[in-house]
């Protein structure tokens, strides 16, 4: 276990130390209050004891600064007002000359415990980063069908929403990393779980509520938020993982398309064969391709044993999926060029064929981003299903 002392006043170090009991593996480190922004991550999983003594707004900055960690405060004077203070700001304990070791001890347990959960915390992070399960910076799941295949199990008879976040695909690429996720996890309880299933676009489980609050929610959020983003919700009572993922996605790219057509001061409808061809055709070289580039370079080197491959010509584009024993197709075109088909396929007979029509505006990235990533899953899924 890691024990920090932080003092002004070096003599403080001599003072406490035969009051620790150190233990043979633990460590301990000493450090004044102008080296700790060099050393914060030192703190992350440890025990800190604080002398406060001439440093009552440093002690109270640092608090703040790492609310979380377990920490015990010294000060020569009891002054009421600054340990309240001190325990509002996240401190375990509170000491003075006048506290006996066996108290300080017993103040010092809860320390402990609490500093090796999270160290326990930590290493179990670390295992779900390398193992591709949470991203590096924030309480982001990124295999999301497990997460809400399990969730969505054990909350069956709770009220739980799901919701799916888009930004405005002209301006998703101005938000800074990790923006979106760093606001929406400063604004949700420590229980709801936010995943990503796609770049900078997120579902989000919020338990013990309903649509209504959840939408309240999500205005407080958006105000927050530099640039347009999108949300659509659905319950998840009753219903599977892929019933719920397919509803919410539904909602969101609503919310989308009806921002586009309330925009609008007029509307026009193709009604030349020639001229819808044409425009058809310009969706497929400035959306299509370059999302089924994008898709393909992304899980090149994620799924083994299968390749992706993406074909196109006049009128048509398609995404190949293969894999060992089977394959599946992802095929747009636009035949008698009225509507726009999205025609789903597998090899295996067991797998019904899909067909998704759309308008000619309801093509765009981020709805093609989505559907992409769910024909992906779900091949992924028959592979599994073929191993087990």
């Not at 004077?77 to 003075?96: P, S, W």
């Not at 998703?172 to 770049?199: C, G, H, V, W």
């Amino acid at each position: 276990m890691q024990i920090v002392l932080i003092s002004e006043d070096s003599d403080f170090f001599e003072y406490i130390l035969p009051k620790l009991e150190l233990r043979k593996s633990d460590e301990l480190f000493r450090f004044g209050f102008d080296v700790l922004p060099d050393k914060l991550h030192v703190l992350a999983a440890s025990v800190m004891i604080i002398n406060s003594e001439g440093a009552e707004e440093k002690t109270l900055e640092l608090l703040k600064l790492v609310k979380g960690t377990p920490s015990i405060i010294f000060a020569y004077n009891t002054n009421d007002e600054f340990k309240i203070q001190v325990y509002q700001n996240g401190a375990l304990g509170f000491i003075t000359p006048l506290t006996s070791d066996r108290e300080f001890q017993a103040k010092m347990i809860p320390a402990l415990a609490m500093a090796s959960d999270i160290e326990k915390k930590n290493r179990y992070r670390e295992m779900l980063v390398k193992s591709n399960m949470l991203v590096q910076n924030n309480e982001v799941f990124l295999d999301y069908n497990a997460i809400l295949d399990r969730e969505l199990e054990r909350a069956q008879a709770a009220p739980v929403v799901l919701a799916a976040i888009s930004p405005d695909e002209k301006t998703k690429f101005l938000l800074q990393p990790n923006q979106i996720e760093t606001i929406i996890l400063s604004n949700i309880r420590k229980n709801d779980i936010l995943m990503s299933y796609a770049t900078n676009k997120y579902f989000l489980l919020l338990f013990n509520t309903n649509i209504d609050s959840a939408k309240k929610l999500w205005d407080k959020i958006c105000t927050m938020i530099p640039q347009k983003i999108y949300a659509g919700f659905a319950s998840t009572t009753g219903k599977k993982r892929q019933q719920a993922v397919n509803e919410v996605l539904n909602r969101l790219h609503e919310a989308i398309n009806y921002e586009k057509t309330k925009d609008k001061t007029e509307s026009s409808t193709i009604t030349n064969f020639k001229l819808f061809r044409q425009e058809f055709n310009k969706k497929i070289d400035r959306i299509v391709t370059p999302v089924f580039y994008q898709t393909k370079q992304k899980y090149s080197d994620k799924l083994f044993g299968m390749t992706i491959n993406q074909n196109s010509g006049d009128g048509f584009c398609t995404l190949t999926i293969k894999g060992r024993n089977c394959s599946s197709s992802f095929k747009i075109t636009s035949p008698g060029f009225a509507k726009i088909n999205i025609d789903i396929s597998s090899t295996k007979s067991s797998v019904p064929q899909k067909r998704i029509t759309l308008e000619p505006d309801e093509l765009e990235a981020g709805m093609l981003e989505d559907l992409l990533e769910q024909f992906i899953n779900e091949f992924k899924k028959e592979i599994n299903d073929d191993n087990s």
